[in-house]
């Protein structure tokens, strides 16, 4: 029964999650929605962590297979992007490169600033 | 026959057993571009393509698959939530590198996009491929894109960092897991973030946050292309 408890409060939180989603009037998805609910329970103690490991543990071991259906649905736009395979597949490749690269640099570079304002006041170690 | 292929059963069992001997020749080969989301995509189509299946029918079931992405997405939560001491210490940080991310993955696809001729619809579908399916779809709509060649770029770009990751770590030489979590999220939404929760639970978490973090960012500078 456990489980199926877990799953209960997962469900219900997405359930939530899609309310606030269709309420708000930009598009921003239900499941980042429903992450930020149930953060925000486990922050304010109204929900602890450990009551949600199986589940937690579960849909993180087969999160890459639930990509499935939508990796196979590309032969559904297979027509409309026929003569442009090539460049946009390159394009998709070399951005991800790209904003991986330049993300990395941003974050150690703010992490070194990070440190080294802190370090007058409190001596933090990195 | 068609009642036995558009059963729900059919694509959940057909998706299981293409994971599985994804999951094995990855075993068998120990390379990273024998990726086994990346090999199960293939079959599948293979077989759905050679036997005359249609999509429709295969997606009976690949949807229940795909609708428990919502819950897999939201309970990343837990993880940022045992990893919360590591994101206040570098919270700045993170959200910095999102937004500088962010905006590097729309100005590079509006160059290249520009650079390849493809026309503005083409251009909008991409723009937003960066973050999660759900913020790209919106965004797609908003500045007129197809919204089908929106969801194929933010497939092919998940599926690209899920099996690409590790080696690009490498590549840029990076050493903490709080820019590997960070970068993988930024460039490559939940399909990255699949891989980074393999390589440690910072990163998984980090990865986790810069999802929600550059799916927000990204939302807001659309708006000045």
Known sequence: MKVLWQIGILFAVCLLGEGISLLLPFPFPASVIAMIILLLLMLTKRLKAEKLKETSDFFLGIMSFLFIPAGVGIINVYDSIKGHI??????????TIITFGVTSFAVRFFIRLQERLSKPKGGKQP | MKEFLS????????????????????????????????ISIALIIVFIKTFNISYEDYNVGGQIISTMLVPATAILAVS??????????????????????????????????RAFGLDEALTASLMPKSVTTAIAIGISEQ??????????????????????????????????????????GTSSHVGGTSTAITM???????SSIAIGIAGLITTFLSVFF
């Open chain 2, 7 to 38: 059963s729900p059963f059919f694509g959940i069992v057909v998706s299981i057993i293409a994971f599985r001997i994804g999951v094995l020749i990855q075993k068998i080969s120990k390379t990273p571009v024998a990726n086994p989301l990346l």
């Open chain 1, 86 to 95: 090539l460049p946009l597949l390159v394009i998709c490749i070399l951005t």
């Open chain 2, 143 to 184: 500045h007129g894109g197809l919204v089908p060649v929106t969801v194929a770029a933010v497939i092919v770009t998940g599926v690209f960092g899920a099996v690409f990751a590790p080696l690009l770590v490498k590549l840029f030489r990076i050493k903490d897991p709080v820019t590997t979590g960070i970068s993988i």
């Open chain 2, 80 to 113: 940022i939530y045992n990893q919360a001491a590591v994101l206040k210490k570098y919270f700045i940080p993170a959200v910095a590198g999102c937004f500088v991310g962010s905006l590097t993955a729309i100005v590079s696809i509006v160059l290249m996009c």
């Open chain 2, 200 to 206: 440690g639970e910072i990163e998984g978490a980090m």
